[in-house]
């Protein structure tokens, strides 16, 4: 056992934690499971916790898997925002309603909605916070 995976076992963090929770009950990690995890990470943490928590776990298991290209900043935060922009208007405790309740959430090209496909797939968006450019999201609709 390596130093990284006992340090791992002994202290796990956050996201280590997060994800053990999600993964108990799943067979595999797809998209919805990402979707639960941000939602454990929010209701938790709090949303600018929560992007943090939920970034750097990802990019840290990309590059753990070899694929550290795969990480998006934009995309990461993206998701982050808009789970908890629904979970703030729920006290639903159970994933799986929350889930019922707002199924859109559920859809992998959900953020096709506000971004152009070329805009995530840029550099800038892959390292970096960038604005939506197709249409803004919902709560920055009530302030217009």
């Not at 639960?36 to 992007?51: F, M, P």
Request: charged share 20%.
């Amino acid at each position: 056992m390596t130093t990284e995976t006992q340090q791992a076992h002994e202290d796990p963090s956050p996201f280590a934690e997060l994800m053990a929770e999600v993964m108990a009950t799943a067979e595999h990690f797809g998209h919805r499971q990402h979707v639960q995890l941000t939602w454990l990470a929010v209701r938790r943490h709090g949303t600018g916790a929560a992007v943090d928590l939920v970034s750097d776990g990802i990019r840290r298991t990309a590059r753990y898997a070899g694929a550290p290209q795969k990480y998006n900043a934009t995309v990461s935060r993206a998701w982050v925002e808009l789970v908890s922009h629904h979970a703030d208007g729920t006290d639903t405790a159970d994933f799986d309603a929350f889930a019922d309740r707002h199924p859109a959430l559920l859809d992998k090209k959900l953020l096709t909605r506000y971004y152009h496909p070329a805009t995530l797939a840029g550099t800038r968006a892959r390292t970096g916070w960038v604005e939506p450019d197709r249409s803004p999201f919902p709560w920055q609709h009530a302030g217009a």
